[in-house]
């Protein structure tokens, strides 16, 4: 039997990168386009660390998000789901327990990217938002 894939890409670990990256491209294609939605993890508003273990197909141009409120330092509120392009590194308010919250976005474009525990961890010790890399998105 004749792998042509594995002998093409297991010598050349620039060239197995190179596909990965085509890869990934056409599924954020497939993304945008409709033809195949994002998946994102789903947690409404709520306390910062509650986990939800749900997950949300996102619409056509929608994007994975991550929500959060702060208390200095200390993330207080956390929420993730879908959001459109104009929310993505904006403020929303939304409301808990009849108390309005200010509410910060970032978003990003891979399935189940929106993992709010390591973005709020990494910010927390760093005191600064993960690098551009991470949560850029192709321009519509």
Do not use: F
């Not at 929500?67 to 993730?80: E, I, N, S």
């Not at 919250?101 to 891979?110: A, F, L």
């Amino acid at each position: 039997m004749v792998r042509p894939q594995l002998l093409l890409y297991g010598s050349h670990p620039a060239a197995m990168a190179s596909a990965r990256a085509a890869l990934r491209s056409a599924v954020l294609a497939l993304c945008l386009l409709g033809v195949l939605a994002l998946e994102c993890h789903y947690c409404p508003l709520q306390a910062a660390g509650t986990r939800c273990n749900i997950t949300t197909e996102c619409r056509g141009h929608e994007r994975c998000s991550a929500g959060w409120r702060r208390y200095g330092r200390v993330h207080v509120l956390a929420v993730q789901g879908c959001a459109p392009p104009e929310l993505c590194g904006s403020n929303q308010t939304l409301s808990l327990k009849r108390t309005e919250y200010e509410i910060s976005y970032t978003c990003c474009c891979r399935h189940l990217c929106n993992t709010a525990a390591t973005q709020n961890l990494l910010q927390q010790l760093t005191g600064e938002p993960l690098s551009p890399a991470e949560n850029s998105c192709p321009e519509d």
